[in-house]
C-alpha cells in the first residue's frame, strides 16, 4: 500500500498550527512522545484499557511525524497482522490497515518507511469532515497535542467528525495537556477542581507568572481552550462518547524530572527545559506583535531586549526549581445510534 494523498485546506479558523514545520520540529514531537509514554507509564503506543486483538482499521488524526502509528506497529500483535501492499503477514483474517493524516504534511517521516508499513497517509483538517468512503470505517482514532490547535469550535468539529469515521462501539483515543505551569511551591488544582484558576496563574510573580504569561496568554489569545484535561470528557459525552478509561498525570520539566516519578524521567530533563524554551521564544514573539505580551503585573512588553530576558528567567527557573504541567489520557467508546 503506498501514500496517498487527499487534497487538503489550509489551516481554518478552528484549527492552527502555530510552530513552523522544521527538522527541529520534528525531532521535539518524536521525544516528546517518548517522554509522554514515560509519564503514562506505557509500554506500548495504547494503554492496557484498548484490546488491540479487536482492531483491523486504524487512523491516527493530527499525526505529526506518525511516531504513533510506527509504535502501534510494534506492537506484536499488530505487526503480526499488518497489512503491506495487499498482503499482510500471516494467514489472520482480520489484517491490519494503518492510515494517518494531518493538516500538514511535511512533518510525515520518508515514503520509503511510509511504504514499508504500509500506511495511508494523506492531508486533511479534522475541523473538517472526512471523505465519504471512510465514514464508519475505523476501529479506533488517535488524537494527541491539539491544545495549541483547535478552538473551541474546532474541537466540537473535531469530535463529531472523528465519531462519524468510527464504526459502531469504535474507539477514539486523546492524549492532551493544559499549556498552565504550576510548581512545587503553586501545585496543580486537585483532580477535582472544576478548572485551573488562571487569574492566579498568571499574576503570580517571577519565573512561573512569566510563564503563564507566555504560555496560558498565548492559548487565550488564539481562542483555544487552556482547562482542557478538565472539559474534554464533558466535551465527550456532549458528543456522542462514553469514557471507558482515563487518567490525569502531572509531567514534570526541569529539575522535577530528577525527583517526580522516583527519578525515572532524569533523562528528558535537559530536553524539557529545551521543549518550553523553544515554544517560549516563539509564542512570546507572536504576542509582542500583536501588543499582547505582558508581565504578571500586567505591564506591556515591547522589546526584544525584554522578551529575552523574560524567557531567560522561566528558563532559568525551570531549569533550577522545576514546572509541572496537566496531562490526560482518555480512551471514550462511540455511544450507539
Known sequence: MSSTTIPGSAASEGSLYV????????????????LKKRIYGWTSAVPRSVNVSSLSNVLDVAAG??????????????????KVNDHHNTTHTNPVRLYACDIETKFFP????????GITTFQHDVTKPFPADML??????QISFLLLCLTEQGWTNALANCRQVLKPDGILMLNEADPVLYSTDFPPPPEDAPSHDLTASLSIQG??????????????ENGFIPDLTFRLPGMLAAAGFSIIDTHRAAAPSGKLCRTIAGGDLAEFEEFSVENLEFIFEHFAAVLMAK????????????????????VAEVKEGIRSEGALSLGRYIVARKDGE
Open 19 to 34: 510552530i513552523p514545520a522544521t527538522d527541529p520540529e520534528k525531532k521535539r514531537l518524536v521525544t516528546q512522545y517518548a
Open 207 to 220: 519565573w512561573l507568572g512569566n510563564a503563564n504569561r507566555i504560555y496560558a496568554a498565548f492559548s487565550v
Open 65 to 82: 511525524t506518525c511516531v504513533w502509528t510506527i509504535d502501534f506497529t510494534n506492537i506484536p500483535e499488530v505487526r503480526a497482522r499488518l
Open 291 to 310: 501588543g499582547k505580551l505582558q508581565t504578571p503585573d500586567g505591564k506591556k512588553v515591547t522589546t526584544q531586549e525584554a522578551l529575552d530576558a523574560m
Open 110 to 117: 520518508d515514503k520509503n518507511l511510509i511504504d514499508q508499513l
Open 136 to 141: 464508519g470505517k475505523f476501529d479506533i482514532v
